[in-house]
């Protein structure tokens, strides 16, 4: 079963640090570009990060550029983000996800495609 | 970057009804492979995002035969034949053309009359 698992999401002041972590298993997780992608409260999605298979290729949204930091351990299946410099207008859900990948086998095109289910930052003093 | 809109916002559905939902991007999301790179996502109440429709017209595995994608370049229709109560949620396009940044549209919140 394919598996996206987020933790480290915590109560941190404005100002201050939190290191999310994302386990995967169930597929081979070194193959798949991933990226994060944050939900306010009550709010739409946005795209936070991304971060190639091998790691060598990141990409950030212009509000959390300087401040967040993608990583990923391919040997431990795990993807990261440090969070550092938070905002209040930080506090969201914060999923991992693997990025779409569309692909054709001998029934057709078919798509890889699966969410954590999210860890809560909330940033308040 | 793409910007993605979304109409309408809401929509309250009779069980057994049909929806649409239309969605928009600033540019064209056809692919020089002839797909539209066009997700349509639904987030259910308390979880996270799940894909429906790919590739603009492509129904995800497991998804309802009720639920259809069309269009391209620059305007999509999700159309869900007849609506049941497991349908409600959130519903998001999201193009995968020009990536990253990853644009969603701003959601259209289904519910049941």
């Known amino acids: 079963e394919v598996q996206l698992v987020e933790s480290g999401g915590g109560l941190v002041q404005p100002g201050g640090s939190l290191r999310l972590s994302c386990a995967a298993s169930?597929?081979?997780?070194?193959?798949?570009?991933m990226k994060w992608v944050r939900q306010a409260p009550g709010k739409g999605l946005e795209w936070v990060s991304y971060?190639?298979?091998?790691?060598?290729?990141?990409h950030y949204a212009d509000s959390v550029k300087g401040r967040f930091t993608i990583s990923r351990d391919n040997a431990q299946n795990s993807l990261y983000l440090l969070l550092n410099s938070l905002r209040a207008e930080d506090t969201a859900f914060y999923y991992c996800?693997?990025?779409?990948?569309?692909?054709?086998?001998?029934?057709?095109?078919?798509?890889?495609?699966?969410w954590g289910q999210g860890t809560l930052v909330t940033v308040s003093s | 970057d793409i910007v993605m809109t979304q109409s309408p916002l809401s929509l309250s559905v009779t069980p057994g009804e049909p929806a649409s939902i239309s969605c928009r991007s600033s540019?064209?999301?056809?692919?020089?492979?002839?797909?539209?790179?066009l997700d349509w996502y639904l987030q259910k109440p308390g979880q996270s995002p799940q894909i429906v429709i790919y590739?603009?017209?492509k129904r995800a595995s497991g998804v309802p035969d009720r639920f259809s994608g069309s269009g391209s370049g620059t305007d999509f229709t999700l159309k869900i034949s007849r609506v049941e109560a497991e349908d409600v949620g959130v519903y998001y396009c999201?193009?995968?053309?020009?990536?990253?940044?990853?644009?969603f549209g701003p959601g259209t919140k289904v519910d049941i009359k």
């Open positions: 999201m193009q995968a053309l020009q990536t990253p940044p990853f644009t």
């Open positions: 540019q064209s999301l056809l692919h020089s492979n002839g797909y539209n790179y």
């Open positions: 971060i190639s298979s091998s790691g060598s290729i990141i």
């Open positions: 169930g597929f081979t997780f070194s193959s798949y570009e």
């Open positions: 590739l603009g017209s």
């Open positions: 996800a693997t990025v779409p990948t569309y692909y054709q086998d001998s029934r057709g095109y078919r798509v890889f495609d699966s």
